[in-house]
């Protein structure tokens, strides 16, 4: 039995109508902490129950709580410069990351 092309073209149309083109996922802004746990690996305890305090809030996506912790670890006068800077690179990504997420729309 020979199959006629115009059948083929006919499947062909019929499989192919069926499949749309996913849309590209937007642009996700990831918080990079990489850098902030070890700046204060030998911080004083009060200091380190702080920075444990932020990475939680973060992995349990409470970004505000997260950025207040860090505004308040950010006014300690006893920061090294290292920890100054693991916390000034922080702020911006959890405010970006909040931004991002107040104006995308709910689902």
């Not at 992995?59 to 410069?81: F, I, R, V």
């Not at 405010?95 to 709910?106: D, I, M, N």
Request: charged share 20%; net charge positive; hydrophobic share 40%.
């Amino acid at each position: 039995m020979k199959v006629k092309p115009c059948v083929l073209v006919l499947i062909s149309v019929f499989a192919l109508v069926g499949c749309k083109r996913t849309e590209k996922p937007a642009d996700v802004q990831v918080i990079d902490s990489t850098q902030f746990r070890p700046a204060f690996a030998g911080a004083p305890p009060a200091t380190q129950t702080l920075v444990d305090d932020v990475m939680m809030s973060i992995q349990s996506s409470n970004l505000k709580k997260a950025l207040g912790d860090l505004e308040t670890l950010a006014n300690q006068p006893e920061l090294s410069p290292q920890q100054k800077k693991a916390v000034s690179d922080l702020i911006p990504q959890l405010r970006k990351k909040l931004a991002e997420l107040a104006a995308s729309p709910t689902q």
